[in-house]
């Protein structure tokens, strides 16, 4: 809840509230300046008590409207069960575990794929003319198939051809399944990175003497990939849920894990815990994203980017 | 114009949020008790055909789809055939509904159990009665006690197992919600962790590709698997009961269901003279015995 924000630079260079003691340059505030100040201040701690307190309001409606409701003591003993959530809490995390190395993998194979299928796409002259069409091709269809029709046939269609060689474990094949889709999508964002990279940094590359391939690797990659880190960690807190789906083949992951016990106890508490993880989960890695939004933007602030 | 001063706008402020918070939430409502609930507190009269029902005068049976068979024919309930289509019409007879006084509804196997409203009066669909789950929802007696049994393709190592140790080291699998993944976890307690599928299509599939070693299905699903859709397959086994007590299938009422005595008094009826033994030897008749999993 940041109601308020330091307004920094509104006021000339002085960022400690204008007490600054009269330094070696003798600037000594003006009162007016110090009123300003004082008012700006009072407004900022006004505005937060209003919040607070809208909030608080806001929250003691809800509660009363759930705890109110009459299905609620039915609704809490199913959803909110202290007994069945400890009983939940260590299986599902011990299928956590399985979301979270699908998620490494995964995430290596997609960016790497997807980088691949990007450069593709965006490769100059006619003599790549059938890789330009194949990658759209790739990411046409991955992105347009449904991720759970994609899984099916991957997970029990490929082990029914009964190849020499490949595996029928359901976790390699749900998360190939995974790369396949993720990397169409990766593949978009790091192409419309590429091309939102102004043409005149590539002809300033190729006019200093570097050859297509280095002005894209030294000029154009760079500042593409910079660029999408926000959406690419949209996709990977994305795929993060969707390892999940894995559990098609039988695996057990976190939710899987719910399920088992909700399918027993016909209690949904299981679902709950399970859910709380997976946001708990996801929270460092949203704030990560905002972290590397704001220090790029103060980095394009201080006139880095055209 | 003049604005209203600042202190009045944010009391409107706070307020509109707070009425806001108020309208998303839906105003609380008593519930709707049926109709005409019967009046007998003590006496419960299961008066034929005018039981407090969802729709009155219909009686409004639940189950999931695709209705599996050897329990549904032709994935259409209301066509009488396959045993739990039988045993419904059954009950309703033993109510005083009729064929065509009996309403269809399809609901997923999780969706049964949530709380709130339910939709259906009674839901039929497999589901093995436990007191555990007695929290959750209510059952009538049960119509058929069941055991459960492995299957394993022709001639692998699995097909083989003559006791429950035999399968310690094997990969099982079985559907989620199930018993079936009970008995492996409580019961077999394999090296591996055993796979658990959302649907029993999806398990079939694995033990027709290798995935797994062997599933574990109730006995006249197993007899349908291994004579009619992986005839590749063979029935390894049955276990024994646990705990002594057989399972049993019952049908799911809402928790504290006005019909819950009523249907329970149909069920037992209709196993007193001899109805329940008829509809399975006509339905389930192919569900002899398999050897027993020592």
Not at chain 2, 196 to 224: E, H, M, R, W
Request: with cysteine; charged share 20%; hydrophobic share 45%.
């Amino acid at each position: 809840m940041t109601v308020t924000k330091k307004e920094s630079g509104q006021e000339g260079a002085d960022d400690n509230g204008g007490m600054s003691d009269a330094g070696d340059d003798g600037y000594v505030p003006s009162q007016r300046r110090l009123d300003r100040e004082r008012h700006k201040r009072a407004r900022a701690r006004r505005a937060t008590a209003v919040a607070a307190l809208s909030t608080l309001v806001t929250g003691v409606v809800l509660y009363l409207v759930v705890v109110n409701a009459p299905g609620w003591p039915r609704t809490k003993e199913t959803f909110f069960d202290r007994e069945y959530a400890r009983e939940a809490f260590p299986k599902v995390l011990e299928g956590l575990w399985l979301n979270v190395r699908l998620l490494l993998v995964c995430g290596v194979c997609v960016l790497v794929l997807g980088m691949l299928i990007a450069v593709a796409r965006t490769l100059r002259g006619p003599v790549f003319f059938p890789l330009r069409v194949l990658a759209a091709a790739y990411t046409d269809f991955f992105r347009g198939l449904p991720l759970i029709i994609n899984l099916m046939i991957v997970v029990l269609g490929v082990p029914a051809l009964r190849l020499q060689g490949v595996t029928v474990d359901p976790v390699l094949l749900g998360g190939t399944a995974l790369t396949l889709t993720y990397s169409a999508y990766v593949a978009e964002v790091f192409r419309a990175g590429i091309e939102s990279v102004h043409p005149s940094q590539r002809a300033a590359a190729r006019s200093l003497g570097l050859t297509n391939r280095q002005a894209l690797r030294h000029v154009v990659l760079p500042q593409a990939v910079r660029r999408q880190v926000p959406p690419l960690l949209n996709d990977l807190v994305s795929l993060q849920k969707d390892t999940g789906l894995v559990s098609i083949g039988g695996a057990v992951d976190a939710v899987r894990a719910a399920d088992i016990i909700v399918g027993r106890s016909l209690n949904y508490t299981p679902y709950i815990v399970a859910g709380l993880i997976f946001v708990a989960l996801t929270i460092p890695m949203t704030r990560f994203t905002d972290w590397v939004t704001a220090r790029m933007d103060r980095r394009r602030a201080q006139g880095g980017a055209l | 114009m003049h604005p209203a001063p600042r202190a009045l706008r944010r009391a409107v402020a706070v307020t509109t949020t707070a009425l806001l918070a108020t309208a998303l939430g839906c105003a609380p409502q008593p519930e709707e008790k049926a109709a005409d609930t019967p009046s007998g507190a003590a006496g419960n009269t299961c008066a034929k055909g005018k039981l407090a029902t969802k729709t009155s005068g219909k009686l409004t049976i639940a189950t999931d789809e695709p209705a599996y068979e050897p329990w549904f024919k032709d994935d259409t309930p209301a066509n009488g055939e396959g045993f739990e289509s039988a045993v419904a019409y059954a009950v309703a007879q033993q109510l005083g509904y009729d064929k065509s006084a009996v309403v269809w509804q399809s609901v997923p196997f999780n969706k049964a159990f949530a709380p709130g409203e339910k939709t259906f009066d009674f839901d039929v669909n497999q589901v093995s009665i436990s007191d555990e789950r007695k929290q959750a929802v209510d059952f009538s007696s049960g119509y058929y006690d069941v055991r459960q049994a492995v299957i394993a393709l022709k001639g692998t190592k699995a097909a083989k197992a003559k006791t429950v140790a035999d399968l310690k080291s094997l990969k099982l699998g079985a559907q989620v919600g199930t018993t079936s993944l009970d008995y492996i976890d409580d019961l077999v307690k394999p090296a591996q962790e055993p796979a658990a599928y959302a649907k029993n299509d999806q398990a079939k599939s694995a033990l027709k590709n290798g995935q797994v070693d062997a599933i574990v299905v109730d006995l006249p699903t197993a007899f349908y698997i291994t004579a009619a859709e992986v005839t590749d397959a063979t029935i390894v086994g049955q276990f024994e009961n646990q705990g002594g007590t057989p399972e049993q299938f019952g049908l799911v009422l809402d928790k504290g269901s006005a019909l819950t005595s009523c249907v329970t008094d149909a069920v037992d009826a209709l196993r007193k003279d001899g109805t329940l033994d008829k509809l399975e030897q006509q339905w389930l008749s192919d569900a002899v015995d398999a050897p027993v999993l020592k």
